[in-house]
């Protein structure tokens, strides 16, 4: 069964870092590889909507970061190994959240996905609490 697993995340004091990582196991994908999935990182806090905060594209050649976290999160990928990143820096409470991957199937080498209803493939989440 096609699934992506979230992990690294954690408890982190304000201004600290964590990288979180998501791993496309078992088989391909509806028959397609990791590579030709745009990824994209989503969170959602207690009581809000879940929200973008980054994507990349296929080749991990463009990448595209909500404004939030723009300077502070970077997202990369590792096609040989179907593992999707996020490094988060210089973390403040209001980036306390679940921590979501997603995998959404498109052709153009060159795009990425903001809108959570395009992703075909999500995880269960990881959780990140910015507290000091």
């Known amino acids: 069964q096609e699934q992506l697993v979230e992990s690294g995340g954690g408890l982190v004091q304000p201004g600290g870092s964590l990288r979180l990582s998501c791993v496309a196991s078992?088989?391909?994908?509806?028959?397609?590889?990791?590579?030709?999935?745009?990824m994209g990182w989503f969170r959602q806090a207690p009581g809000k909507e879940r929200e973008f905060v980054a994507s990349?594209?296929?080749?991990?050649?463009?990448?595209d970061y909500a404004n939030s976290v723009k300077g502070r999160f970077t997202i990369s990928r590792d096609n040989a190994k179907n593992t999707v990143y996020l490094q988060m820096n210089s973390l403040k409470p209001e980036d306390t959240a679940e921590y979501y991957c997603?995998?959404?199937?498109?052709?153009?080498?060159?795009?990425?996905?903001?809108?959570?209803?395009?992703?075909?493939?999500w995880g269960q989440g990881t959780q990140v609490t910015v507290s000091s």
């Open positions: 997603a995998a959404d199937w498109v052709l153009a080498i060159m795009v990425v996905t903001t809108t959570p209803e395009e992703y075909d493939y």
């Open positions: 078992g088989r391909t994908f509806s028959g397609r590889t990791f590579s030709s999935y745009v």
């Open positions: 990349i594209s296929r080749s991990g050649g463009r990448t």
